[in-house]
C-alpha cells in the first residue's frame, strides 16, 4: 500500500510539473506573440511612411517632367523663330 501511495505521489508531483511547464511554456509564447504583433505594428507604420514618401516624391517628379517637357517646347519655338527671322 505504501508503494501505491509513493507511486501515486510521485505521479501527481510530474503531473504538477508538466502543468507548470506548460504554463511557462504558453506563457513564452504568449509574450512571444505580442512582441511579434508590435514589431509588425512598428514595420506597418514605416512602411506607410514611406509609401507617403514615395508619393510625394512622384507627385515632385510629375511636375518636374510636365516642367521641363514646356521648357523643351519653349526653346523649340525660340530655335524656329530665330530660323525665321
Known sequence: MAAAQSL?????????????????????????????ARLLQAMAEQLQ?????QQKT??????????GAVATLLGVGAVILAIMT
Open 8 to 36: 501515486l505521489a510521485t505521479q501527481t508531483k510530474r503531473g504538477n510539473e508538466r502543468h507548470q511547464n506548460t504554463e511557462a511554456r504558453l506563457d513564452q509564447l504568449e509574450k512571444g506573440s505580442v512582441e511579434s
Open 49 to 53: 511612411a514611406l509609401t507617403l514618401v
Open 58 to 67: 512622384q507627385k515632385r517628379v510629375r511636375v518636374a517632367l510636365v516642367v
